[in-house]
């Protein structure tokens, strides 16, 4: 390209390639999205496809040859109506969880309060019974949660010696096996608290003694102190157990429903089609849960919001 000048003279014009920049807004944006990019893949690999892939087989019949490979008949709402109004074995567990979990979880969510403001307090052994009360979620699970419960190491009743014990103490067999079944849902419940245990211990050492302290000096008692320091604190943390508690329970290896989707997946008259609509409807039961559980303890804050 040539220009003239006022003399006469042309004179080829210089053209720099302009270059682009990003702005520091859209560097942290591509540095943020870099970071979380294996948390998206792995919610689309193993969150996100699983899920599709159980919606669509709710709606079919599933089944499998040596020959013919995977195979879809499509049913529609069959298998949900099998399960409501037939095969009523999911809708009586269902039920039985839904109210279980109701009652429990405002009983496990006192119990690890009470226990984190124990642990909290200066005893001797203080990371032992830390220790003692975690550990069970670390070794009960798989093949030696379920040789435990076979043989009896979840129930007093089961265990020959304890019971003769008992027996010779106590003669009457009604309060035995009350005393029994009483035994094994402390068990559960002290179980069940472990990881609130510790989020709520989490929460309490970060509260100063100076606050104790200012209040005490005020006249306040260990109870006003519990009701306007300890408990304002923690009570956020509420809504984060009961969701994990909640979750906790639903995938228990004990919980009879998780048996049933598990056998009537190799049942030859459900197979995968059934057990995928008996997954969704157990998710539905869930999400049910923890809504009705997290508005019923949201703190006071977030209610005015």
Aim: charge should be positive; charged fraction near 15%.
């Amino acid at each position: 390209m040539t220009t003239v000048t006022a003399k006469g003279n042309t004179e080829k014009e210089k053209v720099r390639p302009v270059k682009t920049r990003l702005s520091m807004k859209s560097k942290q944006s591509l540095t943020g999205l870099l970071f979380i990019s294996p948390w998206i893949i792995g919610f689309l690999a193993f969150v996100a496809y699983p899920l599709y892939k159980t919606i669509f087989m709710s709606f079919y019949k599933v089944s499998f040859g040596l020959k013919t490979g995977w195979r879809y008949n499509w049913v529609g709402m069959e298998n949900y109506k099998r399960i409501l109004l037939e095969e009523i074995d999911f809708v009586i567990e269902a039920q039985n969880f839904f109210v279980g979990t109701l009652l429990y979880v405002p009983v496990i969510i006192a119990l690890s309060i009470i226990i984190a403001m124990l642990l909290n307090q200066k005893i001797r052994g203080k990371s032992f019974f830390r220790l003692l009360f975690f550990l069970p979620i670390i070794i009960l699970n798989g093949e030696l949660m379920e040789n435990m419960s076979t043989n009896g190491g979840m129930s007093i009743i089961a265990n020959r010696f304890i019971l003769d014990t008992l027996y010779a103490v106590i003669p009457s067999k009604s309060v035995v096996l009350l005393i029994g079944d009483l035994f094994e849902l402390i068990l559960q419940l002290l179980w069940y608290s472990a990881i609130p245990i510790l989020i709520f211990l989490a929460a309490l050492q970060k509260i100063g003694k100076d606050m104790y302290e200012a209040a005490s000096i005020d006249g306040a008692s260990p109870w006003t102190s519990f009701w306007k320091i300890t408990l304002p604190t923690v009570y956020p943390l509420v809504s984060i157990c009961v969701i994990y508690v909640v979750v906790f329970l639903a995938n228990f290896e004990a919980n009879p429903i998780n048996t049933i989707i598990m056998e009537s997946k190799f049942d030859g008259s459900r197979r995968e089609g059934y057990a995928s609509a008996l997954s969704i409807l157990y998710s539905i039961v869930q999400i049910a849960l923890i809504a009705i559980l997290y508005y019923a303890t949201r703190s006071r804050n977030s209610r005015g919001r």
